[in-house]
């Protein structure tokens, strides 16, 4: 397995990227692929599903703020793959610390608005992992 | 029955013992003298002194002694009599009296006779002297001859039968003057006279000769002489007024032991001496019980009122009549109420008697009571009605069973235009709506078992509280109820406004905490935006792309401007929330201005959309709040643009007609669901199908808003998926000249 995540670290990673706003989304995309990051934008939970599913991402990261995000965190977690991919969420506020949630704990949060280099960070924090 | 006494006055007394022809003794019942006149002593040669305190019997001829102690002895039993007897002289001489005699009885029960001594050849002397004093006393005498039946009487005698001078009287002659029993009586006590020498006395009525009814008290004495009955003495005294006032007592003494009223008579120390059936009725003392002892002890308890007893016995121990009421106690303890009088008896300066006559007003005192009570009752009855009539802004009235008026006052009856008198006897709200009767009866209902209910009711557009206690309770529950409709029309309009002041308030800081949870959600996105885009500037001007630099740069003013509009909107809003908007009303070209708002929108278009203005007609002068009416615009226009995909079209169109502007604004969107529309002005709202596209939920509203102040209107038409048209009118102002 670290041979594999390994030689994987090697190839671009692949991040899925579900953001409602425009702009956002695709300022979003442009800082992670200027890292070399491949990106999968999203405009909803239904159009990122199906991209997770059919491309296994390295990485989720979705914004809190888009309405069915608890459904969307079950179905990523029912999935195969599900409870590999770790998760950034873009958050209005971050969530509270002890908050007993299944799907919210070992995620990451960013609070909006974010630098660049915070994004970074976080990523490289969960994709080397 | 008392005899009545033969009263002389005074100065005849005295002359008639005085009276030299005539010899007169008083003797005590032992037969002793205790006064001898002149003519007594003289006629026997005595001298007075010598005779005072000596016996009777000193004078009388020693052969006729025992008859005249006999003679005592009968006088002393009450009879009156005369006798012809010998008496003797101080010579020893004997001489032939006639004697009257008569019994006086003295205040201490001793007895006397009083001897009218006459010697008989005097005789003449003594029928002349008899005569003087019989017509004051009403009093005839006779003498009957047992032998020849003859009777030779005294002048009164002429009076007392009401007979002429020439009346010749004989026994069978006068017998005719007594009627029935009464001269049967008479015959056969004459009879007995002579055969036995029985004396008779008594009263009877006879029919003068003028036929006139009098009441006579006769008597008769046998006479004797030589031991024979030779004659008889007597006397007819004329009684008729005396009787007619022993009849008046009588009847009065009846009338005070059969009376209602209690009687009682005290001596002078106040102790009873006799009491009528009435008062043991009243009291419930028996006569025996109460004889001898004091009134006032025996009746008087602890609820006597002891200034009235002191009052009582101030006013008859001056000899003045009293008139009390006084609370008595009955032998059994029960008080009772006498209404008493009480009479001094005073004779000849002296306190006999106390006369006491009492009542049992008990109940009268307490009808008395129970009528003041009414009175009384009567009196707060009125001031009740009063009170109920003169009640302000409301109704008091009564109900029966069937909700029917008993009593009904309140100032709102005539406000209510209600006629008070067919108001009695009607169904509660009948005068007023049938809604109100069916609303009121479940609580009004409820007052009848006995709960008190407060409710309110509109009538007239006014709004009544309404207070329903129960009133009269009988056997079948509660009876009539109270019930006290108020009018708080005013109170509640003050309560409206009051609340409408606080929803205000409360939907203000309901906005204020709204926009601060909004702020931070929808602003934190444009930040974002432009925070990731100026370090997508620096990367790329590192590169030197300037191209990506420049997307960048208007991506930042995008977010920029998006974030200016949204707090423009909040503000907007609290301005109009706060009615603190201002009107900037000028004159403009309609179509320069959708123009220049068409230019501003195409601005944020996303790729393809088509936006198309045209105006259709009529003057393009038009006189608004432009500030307003561009804010509306751009409003609806950017949510055309907002929630139209890529390369839609959007069509604005303006038109004048009749003074009206008419906007409208057609997109190919998504549209509005049906179950939305109804919501679709509120604050903050938005759409179900809006959840992904970002929005505040207050463009329409401001939208409905500046509307409203435009006095504008605004519609829609919607389907979904296929497209939205907007459609504004809103009066245009003056048309200007040209």
Redesign the interface.
Known sequence: MVAVIFFKTNYMKTILLVEDNDDMRENTAELLELSQFTVLPAKNYDAGLTLASKNKPDLIICDTDVPGLDRFKKLIALSAMGSMVPFIFLAAQLPEPNRNDVAVQGAGFLAKPFKADDLLNAVNKYISA | MKKAAVNIPDGITESLFQSPGVGIAVVNQYGKFIKVNDGLCRLLGYAQATLKRKPYFQIVAPAARKEAAQMHQLLLNGKTASEEIKLACKTGEEITCRITNSLVTGNHGEKFIVKIILDVSENQKYRDLLQQTAGLTKLGGFELDVASKKIVWTDEMYNIYEVGKTFTPTLAGILKFYKKENGIKLKKAIADTIANGAKYDFECQLTTGKKNTKWVHISGTPIYRNGKIDKIGGTVQDITTQKQDELQLERLSLVASETNNAVIITDASGKIEWVNSSFTKITGYSTEEVLGKKAGALLQGPGTDKTVIKRIGRQLAEGAPVSEVIKNYRKDGTPVWISMNIVPVIKDDRLLNFIGLGSDITEVLAARTSQKLKEALEQQQKLFIDIANNFPDGIIGVLDKNLNYIFAGGKEIKKLGIDKSKLLGEHIFDSLSEQSNTEAVPYLKRAFDGESVVFEIGLYNNTYAINAVPLISGDDGVEQILVVLYNITKRKKAEEEVWHAYEKQRELNELKSKFVSIA??EF??????????T??IL?YTEANDTEKVNK?IE?IK??VRSLTDMLNDFLSLEKIEEGKVRHNISAFNITEFCDSVVEEIKLTAKKGQQLVYVHEGGATQVVLDKQQLKHVLLNILSNAVKYSDEGKKIWLTSGLLKNRLRLTIKDEGIGIPEEDKPHLFETFFRANNT????GTGMGLHIVKRYLDMMRGNITFLSELNKGTIFTITLPAGTPSTG
């Not at chain 2, 934190?524 to 885009?533: E, H």
């Not at chain 2, 959840?691 to 970002?694: A, E, G, R, V, Y």
């Open positions: 931070s959600h934190r996105t444009p930040l974002s935006v432009i925070l990731s885009s370090d997508l990367k960048h991506r995008g977010s959840i992904n596209i970002q």
